[in-house]
């Protein structure tokens, strides 16, 4: 089965800076998809960018880009030029690419702080 | 893009009584929907992935006959808390997969807070 772990419950970052989450997973496959997902107060789920596995090419939307290193299974997301509206959970997701509608494992969040 | 509409957003329940939650995929047939459950300041818990026309997939410890799902057309799936109990007071969410092929995502519903008094 695979896992996907946060190590920070809680980061801070004040706005126009730069923050990196960090994410890492594990698993036995060799195709699959990763994703990060933002969480605000409203708690909707709102997908912030996705990894395809077989992509050496690390995935970019705007202020957001991932470093992708698949040998270390680790899946970091920075946000570039915080914005008040970034504060949020953030969930680390994986999904295999394997089957017609696998489900998404989540990692436990990280909480971002946006501060003046 | 493709949105999908969960009601109620909120609902207060006597405990013993049931409670049923909505979501909808207004612009897309969503062929298999997921429903998960979220604790306080805790990640989303899967709890059953339904395909439309079948019966739902439950996930480990989760008891199918408290936690009914029907998933009869392509854009409705609905989900029935049966005989609820505060420990069932929690934050539940629906998604949706959308797109074809081996790109398809995730559209998640809004939320339902459900309170059991």
């Known amino acids: 089965a695979q896992t996907v772990t946060q190590s920070q419950p809680e980061m801070s970052v004040q706005e126009a800076e730069t923050v990196t989450l960090s994410c890492t997973y594990d698993t036995s496959e060799s195709d699959y998809y990763l994703f990060w997902y933002k969480q605000p107060p409203s708690r909707q789920m709102i997908l912030v960018i996705r990894q395809e596995a077989y992509k050496q090419q690390n995935a970019t939307e705007n202020r957001f880009s991932v470093n992708f290193q698949k040998a270390a299974k680790s899946f970091s997301l920075k946000i570039s030029d915080s914005q008040l509206g970034d504060a949020a959970m953030y969930f680390c997701a994986y999904r295999s690419r394997s089957g017609t509608a696998s489900k998404l494992t989540f990692g436990t969040g990280t909480r971002l702080q946006v501060t003046l | 893009g493709a949105v999908v509409s969960q009601h109620p957003s909120r609902v207060i329940c006597k405990s013993g009584t049931s409670v049923k939650i909505e979501c909808r995929s207004l612009?897309?047939?969503?062929?298999?929907m997921f429903w998960y459950r979220q604790f306080p300041k805790q990640s989303l818990m899967l709890m059953a992935t339904s395909n439309e026309g079948s019966k739902a997939t439950y996930e480990q410890g989760v008891e199918k006959d408290k936690f009914l799902i029907n998933h009869a057309s392509l854009t409705l799936s609905t989900l029935t808390v049966t005989s609820a109990h505060p420990e069932d007071s929690s934050f539940y969410i629906c998604?949706?997969?959308?797109?074809?092929?081996?790109?398809?995502?995730?559209?998640f519903g809004s939320g339902t807070r459900l309170t059991v008094v």
């Open positions: 998604s949706a997969k959308s797109g074809t092929g081996s790109h398809y995502g995730y559209t």
């Open positions: 612009d897309f047939q969503a062929t298999t």
